[in-house]
């Protein structure tokens, strides 16, 4: 097994932890509502204000990852995140709960960003798409386990023994992570010259700050942010009101929410599918339209099932449903992932900082408005409205993204890193 095999295994598992501990809060929301004494209105406060802290603090995590390595900085923010996992779990109301989910945040941002920057200079071209879906599947998986895990969990011991045992996994994972991994594959020991070798088609360390003017004038810039935008709005729905929803809108008892794993097993699905396909499309279409291609489709089904999920009232079809609009939305997230390394280069953490950063003020939109219409309209169903829009505007946006267009040429990159 090669050396940056196992440095994906342990990204893998860092996207399960992350996934368990981020959705654990939406599986336990029906039981924290009522424990709490929490409306639905407060509740979309609480779901958002984690994706506050968690979208000011993406950029200068990021940064610090290119500046620092991911060996320090990953170690921080899994230790960090899992602290404030186990003070989830020891809230004793509203406010203490806000609080917490807050420094959650802060502590989980850049996570992704700074993963991303290990996949950068540990991966050539030729294997990151296929890296960046295998990890967007662990987030899935992640996803997927949670209810399996919460439900027995806190039918045994309570909603708050869950965040506790989550918070144990990440400690554990920061222990191995800060004593194995190595930032630049040459100071790995062990590692063969054949491998390193296959390797030197990588990104070389960043220690500079991403070009913001260059990207602020960059219309291919802007479309990814806004791309980002439109999908994580819907995501978003699936972390934080999914399961709330499936109780409170469509009848579902504590027990179906095993069920409720459907969609996350089958997005893990996607990511791969996407993982695998899109080596084979940008050989068959081309760099710019293979990653177009996977963008358009993936957003366009996603809104299609969107839309239908509003005049269909058969439960099981509501959760087939859900499970291909999540599939289509994660199918299109390697692209996403990869156009942000195709022009980010060195500055790669910086990058899926910025598009994170983005992603996140779709999160936090997509919570409170949620919860408003819901309390304002007593409907369910009107939140999609906005869901599905943004996600067929995504679609069209995919058009506007050139993955060869890079924010600093490589020219100017050598000499700045010269």
């Avoid at 800060?178 to 930032?183: E, H, N, Q, T, V």
């Avoid at 087939?320 to 942000?340: E, H, P």
Wanted: charged letters at 10%.
């Amino acid at each position: 097994m090669t050396y940056r095999s196992r440095v994906l295994g342990l990204l893998f598992l860092l996207l399960v932890i992350t996934y368990l501990d981020r959705v654990c809060i939406s599986v336990a929301g029906p039981r924290i509502q009522e424990a709490l004494h929490i409306d639905v209105l407060h509740w979309g406060w609480v779901t958002a204000i984690f994706t506050v802290s968690y979208a000011a603090f993406e950029i200068p995590s990021g940064v610090m990852g290119d500046r620092l390595g991911p060996r320090r900085v990953l170690t921080r923010i899994v230790l960090w995140w899992s602290g404030f996992t186990a003070m989830t779990g020891a809230a004793t109301g509203l406010s203490p709960l806000l609080i917490t989910r807050f420094l959650f945040g802060m502590g989980e941002a850049g996570a992704f960003p700074v993963a991303s920057i290990v996949l950068a200079r540990w991966f050539p071209v030729r294997e990151r798409g296929r890296a960046c879906g295998i990890m967007l599947t662990a987030s899935q998986i992640g996803g997927a386990f949670t209810p399996l895990l919460v439900v027995p969990i806190q039918a045994r011991f309570g909603w708050r023994a869950s965040f506790y045992v989550f918070a144990v996994l990440g400690i554990v994972w920061a222990a191995v992570w800060y004593l194995w991994f190595r930032d630049s594959p040459a100071a790995m020991q062990g590692i063969s010259q054949t491998e390193l070798a296959d390797i030197r088609g990588a990104i070389v360390e960043g220690r500079h700050s991403l070009p913001w003017r260059a990207a602020a004038r960059s219309g291919n810039f802007w479309a990814i942010l806004v791309v980002a935008y439109c999908y994580i709005y819907t995501f978003y729905f699936f972390l934080s009101w999914f399961h709330t929803y499936l109780v409170k809108a469509r009848g579902f008892s504590e027990r179906d929410l095993l069920l409720s794993s459907l969609p996350f097993f089958v997005a893990g699905s996607a990511n791969l599918a996407g993982a695998f396909s899109s080596y084979g499309l940008v050989r068959k279409l081309g760099l710019v339209w293979g990653r177009r291609w996977m963008g358009i489709a993936g957003l366009t089904i996603a809104g299609t099932c969107a839309t239908a999920v509003m005049f269909t009232h058969d439960k099981t079809a509501v959760l087939v449903l859900l499970s291909i609009c999540y599939a289509g939305i994660t199918y299109q997230q390697v692209s996403v992932i990869a156009v942000c390394l195709d022009i980010g280069g060195e500055f790669a953490g910086a990058m899926l900082g910025a598009m994170n950063t983005s992603s996140q003020i779709g999160s936090f939109t997509s919570s409170l408005l949620f919860g408003y219409l819901v309390d304002r309209y007593a409907n369910y169903d009107l939140p999609f409205v906005p869901m599905a829009a943004l996600l067929f505007l995504g679609a069209a946006l995919w058009l506007k993204i050139d993955p060869c267009q890079k924010l600093v040429p490589t020219e100017s990159t050598a000499r700045a890193a010269g």
